[in-house]
């Protein structure tokens, strides 16, 4: 077949046609050149130079927002070198240049948001989405930056309470069953780190610290570095630490409800606890947040050293990987100073070796059973588990007063069991390492 020919006419009509729209496609071509690339396609850029960002880990995770800001944890070099004249260590010194040279450079769009830098040396910065990619350059070039992780969110899973009366004490299944002395545990520091503890006659508090006001900065997509100034945070017995949610008042109630005849018992009763909330009353919290109380625990633990801490921690996220993030590393290092950790395990039915920070190989993770000590179905399972403990229909502390009683399920209700006991055995051993604690309760659970 051949190509059918226009008549010259008719070419010369289309020519003079394309003369007279050319300007506008050109004008148009341009447009499309100068456009500027919205904050998705700048994320989605980012993951084609995620090979020359050697230093940023889990680069996915940035485009899982279109929020205001993108919030990231940037960790510095840690090596001490010599102390300077005005007792400045190096890395202090490093962590300072490289907050201020980019709050400098990208002024406005770069926000510093909190010190993370006792049990890792970091900082948390938030940035906005337009300009990520050339901050994340900067800090890739940076010699003082070692790492760069985004600052995930993380979830409680409370659940639904169930109404299990007022009148009398009533002493939970699960706690009848770990058969442990009923004292308290006063010799030893036990952190519940959580929604919050509402104190009341069932449950007595040491203190209570309230971190959660810098996650409910970010979910406002306000970044306000002020009540990191004021250093709000660490005041003790903060009514704001205040739980709206019951998880915190419902684990608390488990580890130390009082033996004093009314609403539940404990496993370790009467012994006061440190509240730290983190959670908001969203039910979730992000890394950072999390990071300010662990750094205030860590920092305890070496101001104290002679004194057993225990951390309580019932909450998490599938990141789907196995691989430590920041929030994992900080665990293992302040389990290195010699705290204890117990960690719920998570209510997916899912293998924990990709929850965070149920992973942690030092830490002892804890799933849940029934009271006929099968694996509850909800239960995060798998080699990563150290101890399995009751954790359906418990029964403990209502956070609305402290003469209801309200039932649970969760890994979260199994936790505070453990947590318990490895108080009452530092109790009793107060030099143990947290890998002995582990054996010791290995051996001895019921």
Known sequence: MHATRLPRPW?????????????????????????????????????????????????????????????????????QGDLEASGVTRRKLNSYDV??????????????????GYTLQAVSLAIRPSALRDVLRDLESDPDVAWIEPDRLLAGDPGAFSNMGSLGQQVSWGVARMNAPRRDASKVDIFVVDSGINASTEIALASSTDFSMYYLARVADVVNPITSLLGLASTTNNLLAADVLGHGTHIAGTIAARDNMMGVRGVAPGTALHNMRVLGPDGQTDMST?????????????????????????????????????????????????????????????????????????????????????????????????????????????HLASWKRVGGSGTSYAAPHVTALAAHYLSQHPSASPAEVLEALRASMP
């Not at 002892?364 to 995060?380: C, H, L, M």
């Open 11 to 79: 070419i010369a009509l289309c020519v003079l046609f394309a003369l007279f729209l050319s300007p506008s496609l050109l004008q148009g071509c341009d447009a499309l050149i100068d456009a500027e690339p919205s904050p998705s396609q700048q994320r989605l850029a980012l993951l084609g130079d995620s090979g020359t960002l050697t230093k940023l880990s889990f680069a996915n995770e940035l485009l899982a927002t279109d929020a205001e800001w993108v919030y990231l944890i940037v960790g510095v070099n840690e090596d």
């Open 99 to 116: 907050t201020r040279r980019i709050l400098t450079k990208y002024d406005g769009d770069a926000v510093f948001r909190l010190d993370l």
């Open 290 to 398: 999390v990071l300010k109380a662990i750094d205030e625990i860590t920092a305890r633990k070496q101001a104290n050293p002679g004194r057993p801490m225990v951390v309580n921690l019932s909450f998490g996220a599938d990141f789907g990987s196995s691989a430590y993030n920041v929030l994992d590393r900080a665990i293992q290092r302040s389990i290195e100073a010699g705290v204890v950790y117990v960690i719920a395990a998570g209510n997916d039915g899912i293998d924990v070796a990709t929850v965070t920070p149920a992973h942690v190989a030092e830490a002892i993770t804890v799933g849940a059973y029934d009271q006929k000590r099968r694996p509850a179905d909800f239960s995060n399972h798998g080699a990563g588990i150290d101890l399995m403990a009751p954790g359906v229909d418990i029964v403990s502390v209502s």
